[in-house]
């Protein structure tokens, strides 16, 4: 038996005038996801607990069966892992974006322009951290690059009790003073953010960015602390291999906490210009190579939820039905018996341009146990089927183990 997750960050919506009141999922052209839907069970699954922030952290670990109660510690942790950073138990970790404020003259005045700084490239964003790091690092404070806008700062000895640290993507066009941590144990984060303005603004690489129109990256901001993260491999709790197929830190870090392989894709980036089709042919490879469990993470959807980008969305979701599951379904013609399951992890709605709580639409469908399904896959009819999940980490158990 062969398992495969496609996991379409942030697909799920809401009716958007934009679109003649549908949600993307309605009005995208996605012949492969409804063709299954026509054939699988399909419901909605509640993947953020009540209580729980509706991040891609906690939503992720939900689907991929880890209760974010029992062992969610943070955003950050998992990004650190990913990028090959060893903590130490009682080292405290937040993610870095690399973000673009306005100019006003008092730091708590500006606007939060873009919390990606123009999709910055990986290869500029390592000069910028590289200077935040000699300008802010030592004992206590180390700063790692990432990919792209998101890089992680290291806390010797920290603390996670820093009261509010707003993820900046909730914030998109809002003054960033009211969204600033009052915790005295952030007050020294608040002022490398501060501080770092006037090491960025006028770097070469940010002098370049807006002779070419590009917007700077010109100033971190931190968020999601965490300690160091502990899971159960996948092998223990489900009894077979897997793999995390990605371009976010976020997602290869729990698959590497887990024990699962992490394979990187050429040309993965995170956004609509990814490789689609090489994440396909990646997770076929791995199934080839003897793993039982594929889970394809492609982010693209939720950063066009995010940035207001609804024909995009369309264009994303579209994307991943022809570039992506065309393949993995030609692919898996081989196999005398196989299970796909396609979700979101949370909706962005492009009306907030942040994340949601509500319930998401699922399907799963067995090759050797086909369903009288729905014509097509969306919101309204996932809830239609009056199939629900409440418990979230409990649809991994069922997608593997129910036959």
């Given amino acids: 038996m062969k398992y495969i997750v496609l996991l379409c960050d942030g697909m799920a919506d809401y009716a958007v ?49 880890f209760d974010p109660k029992k062992y969610y510690t943070g955003r950050s942790p998992l990004e650190a892992v990913s990028i090959g950073v060893r903590l130490k ?5 937040l993610r870095c974006n690399l973000v673009t404020l306005s100019e006003e003259e008092c730091f708590g005045d500006r606007t939060m322009v873009d919390y ?33 806008y998101r890089h992680c700062l290291v806390v010797s000895e920290g603390t996670t009790d820093l009261g509010d640290m707003t993820p900046p993507h909730d914030i998109s066009d809002r003054v960033i003073g009211p969204y600033l941590s009052k915790s005295e144990n952030a007050k020294e984060l608040i002022a490398m953010m501060e501080k770092s303005y006037e090491v960025l603004k006028d770097h070469p690489v940010n002098i ?46 729990i698959g590497i906490s887990a024990g699962m392989s992490t394979p990187d894709v050429e040309g993965a980036t995170g956004y609509i210009d990814t490789n689609f089709v090489g994440k396909a042919e990646t997770a076929l490879k791995e199934l080839e190579n003897g793993k039982d469990f594929v889970y394809i993470h492609v982010e693209a959807p939720d950063e066009c939820g995010h940035r207001n980008e609804p024909e995009n969305k369309v264009k ?47 399907l799963i469908y067995h090759k050797k146990d086909e369903k009288k399904g729905v014509d097509t896959f969306t919101e309204e009819t996932a809830k239609a089927t ?13 997608f593997i183990k129910e036959m």
Avoid: Q
């Avoid at 999922?25 to 054939?39: E, I, Q, R, T, V």
């Avoid at 993947?47 to 952290?57: H, I, M, N, Q």
């Avoid at 991943?320 to 909706?347: A, F, N, Q, V, W």
């Fill in 17 to 65: 005038d934009a679109l003649g009141g549908k949600t993307p999922m309605m009005c995208a052209n996605k012949p492969n996801m409804d063709l299954l839907a026509s054939k699988s069970e399909v419901g909605l699954v509640r993947t953020v607990a009540d209580g729980l922030k509706p991040g891609s952290d906690v939503a992720n670990m939900s689907v991929m069966g």
């Fill in 89 to 93: 138990d009682d080292d405290v970790t």
């Fill in 116 to 148: 990606s700084a123009g999709d910055i490239s990986t290869e500029e964003a390592a000069k910028l951290i590289e200077a935040v790091e000699e300008a802010f690092g030592n004992e206590k404070y180390k700063y790692y690059s990432g990919v792209s």
């Fill in 208 to 253: 370049d960015r807006i002779s070419r129109g590009k917007r700077p990256a010109n100033s971190i901001w931190l968020w999601g602390e965490g300690n160091k993260p502990i899971l159960p491999s996948y092998s223990e709790l489900y009894g077979i291999e897997g793999s995390v197929i990605s371009a976010v830190d976020l997602l290869k870090g």
């Fill in 316 to 362: 994303a979701i579209e994307l991943i039905d022809e570039k992506i599951l065309s393949l993995l379904l030609k692919g898996l013609e081989r196999y005398d018996d196989y299970k796909i399951m396609i979700l979101p992890d949370h909706p962005t709605p492009i009306a907030t341009k942040t994340h949601a709580s509500d319930p998401v639409p699922y």
């Fill in 386 to 398: 009056g199939n629900y999940i409440e418990d979230g980490p409990s649809i991994m158990g069922k």
